[in-house]
């Protein structure tokens, strides 16, 4: 795969996703359904500039409580190995 790595910003919907995510694992706890255990994987992150939008990001998954099912990975262009481990691919993205 070739390009430019995509990162973490506002218009991509990574928030939407995360905040669907919450509620998924609350919806899961409240009605104690028996799942396997859900991780979300967001790629694009850049800890060298941390945009605004990931702080906020962050911050939200820190605010709930869920930093054990949410993990951010760092911009990359080898996309394959987190591709052939999920189940689920959200790639979601707003019109401004």
């Known amino acids: ?7 973490v910003s506002r218009g991509k919907g990574q928030d939407l996703f995360l905040r669907s995510f919450y509620e998924s694992l609350q919806i899961i706890k409240e009605k104690k359904l028996q799942v396997p255990s ?3 994987v967001v790629v ?6 941390q945009t605004k939008y990931e702080s906020e990001l962050r ?4 605010e709930k409580k869920i930093q054990d099912h949410v993990h951010f990975v760092n911009k990359t262009l080898t ?4 591709l052939a481990s999920i189940d689920v691919l ?7």
């Not at 694009?44 to 500039?49: E, P, T």
């Not at 911050?59 to 820190?62: A, D, E, F, G, L």
């Not at 959200?90 to 401004?96: A, E, F, K, L, T």
Request: net charge positive.
């Open 1 to 7: 795969m070739c390009g430019k790595p995509a990162g």
């Open 38 to 40: 859900m991780h979300a």
């Open 79 to 82: 996309v394959a190995p987190y």
């Open 59 to 62: 911050n939200y998954v820190i």
């Open 44 to 49: 694009g992150s850049d800890m060298s500039k």
């Open 90 to 96: 959200v790639q979601n993205s707003q019109v401004q």
